[in-house]
């Protein structure tokens, strides 16, 4: 999101609302939200695959069904994605954590629902900085160090009613004969596999881990078995997952990302293909509302640009894109209201309709132009008039996952 306002409020919203449950957080009684307007557009045979595969799931058919959500800075808090995911895996059950970022690593702010740790500074980029050194993969951020030494420290959090411990860690890094090999060990230090960089792999960039029992902390430690060669460690996201069916929901979140920095990060779209995607959801569009000159062709090309490759390299995967909410800019006499965010809306409904794409409408089911001041009224956002707060965020997901379901049912009534 917008980079002068994300880090101060988003580690505010960490700290003051992670222990809220969806349970409590009801949407009816705000009279603002536009209830009826809260529904998957486009879906009829945009989503049926996917609808198919969670009908398979919900009737025991089948094991595991992968999502991914793509986004900005709404999404790398995870109070938005993660309320869906909750809901997801109570219902259909809870296949693991998914995909996760040592964000903290990367000295940014990082979802509650694990912690990471180092012993030393890393070098780091996200993908909105595409002009600096690192190439990104599959979480848009990357670090990177020549600290020989150089450890990682993961420890998992259970979220109301899941168990997020892992069976099964991969890890996105470089591999080739200058990186550190990698040691995975145990809370007591026992080693519990190598990750050989130079080993020969399924492709070139995961090596993965099964382990005996379900693991709640783990620490990644540079082994440097080459020392003439070996110089470095690159990373770019870890899988965590266990052995039960049910949703395996991944979290792609970027402060301050476009469309059009997703496109131009090297590794993303081949590295994507390995999380074998069911549903790719798509939550962007209010960074670029705030772009002086906005031009809705241009916008256009660029969500074009980004869906396609996608599609071509998850061939398998129905697609879902939400609009971004209302929100507010600064101007000369103070705050007002962002006509783009509503320019934005449009191209992306546009885009989607033309091109036979599932969407749901925040914008639209938030109260459309200028609710934001009534999200804010509510303490459901925060004061920059672009942010939500961790309770707008957790309403947010309740509202898509009931939007989901409603397709879902639907789906189910006319396949009979």
């Known amino acids: 999101m917008l980079k002068k306002f994300v880090f101060p409020f988003l580690l505010l919203i960490i700290s003051s609302s992670s222990a809220q449950t969806t349970d409590s957080l009801s949407y009816e009684k705000y009279k603002f939200i536009a209830l009826d307007k809260n529904k998957i557009e486009n879906d009829f045979t945009s989503l049926k695959l996917f609808y198919e595969k969670l009908y398979l799931l919900e009737q025991k058919k089948s094991t595991r069904i992968n999502i991914t959500h793509i986004g900005d800075s709404h999404i790398q808090a995870d109070f938005f994605s993660g309320t869906i995911r909750q809901q997801l895996q109570l219902k259909y059950g809870n296949a693991g954590r998914g995909l996760i970022f040592p964000y903290r690593v990367a000295k940014s702010n990082e979802p509650a629902s694990y912690k990471t740790t180092t012993n030393t500074k890393w070098d780091a980029k996200r993908n909105v900085f595409f002009e600096k050194p690192l190439p990104i993969g599959i979480s848009g951020f990357t670090i990177e160090t020549n600290d020989s030494l150089a450890e990682i420290d993961l420890k998992i959090k259970d979220q109301p009613g899941l168990d997020y411990s892992f069976t099964k860690f991969t890890l996105f890094h470089q591999r080739g004969l200058n990186n550190y090999d990698i040691t995975v060990c145990d809370s007591i230090n026992c080693e519990k596999g190598v990750f050989k960089s130079s080993d020969k792999s399924i492709n070139g960039f995961t090596s993965e881990l099964k382990f005996d029992k379900p693991m709640r902390e783990i620490i990644l430690r540079n082994k440097n078995a080459d020392t003439a060669n070996q110089h470095s460690t690159r990373i770019y996201g870890m899988l965590l997952e266990?052995?039960?069916?049910?949703?395996?929901?991944?979290?792609?979140?970027?402060?301050?990302?476009?469309?059009?920095?997703?496109?131009?990060?090297?590794?993303?779209?081949?590295?994507?293909?390995?999380?074998?995607?069911?549903?790719?959801?798509?939550?962007?569009?209010?960074?670029?509302?705030?772009?002086?000159?906005?031009?809705?062709?241009?916008?256009?090309?660029?969500?074009?640009?980004?869906?396609?490759?996608?599609?071509?390299?998850?061939?398998?995967a129905s697609i879902l894109l939400t609009t971004p909410g209302d929100s507010f800019r600064k101007s000369r006499k103070g705050k007002v209201k962002n006509p783009d965010i509503k320019l934005v809306e449009e191209t992306i409904i546009s885009y989607c309709l033309k091109n036979n794409i599932a969407y749901w409408d925040m914008y639209e089911v938030m109260g459309g132009f200028g609710s934001m001041a009534k999200w804010y009224t509510a303490k459901l956002a925060a004061k920059d008039g672009v942010h939500f707060s961790g309770k707008g965020y957790k309403i947010q997901g309740n509202l898509f996952y009931d939007a989901l379901q409603k397709g879902f049912e639907n789906f189910k009534k006319n396949k009979h």
Request: net charge negative; hydrophobic share 30%; aromatic share 14%.
């Open 242 to 316: 266990n052995d039960s069916s049910g949703i395996l929901y991944n979290m792609i979140g970027v402060n301050g990302a476009e469309y059009r920095h997703y496109t131009m990060s090297k590794y993303f779209g081949e590295q994507l293909t390995y999380l074998n995607s069911d549903l790719i959801i798509v939550s962007m569009g209010t960074n670029e509302g705030f772009n002086k000159g906005f031009d809705k062709d241009l916008f256009y090309s660029q969500i074009d640009t980004l869906i396609t490759s996608i599609k071509q390299n998850n061939s398998n």
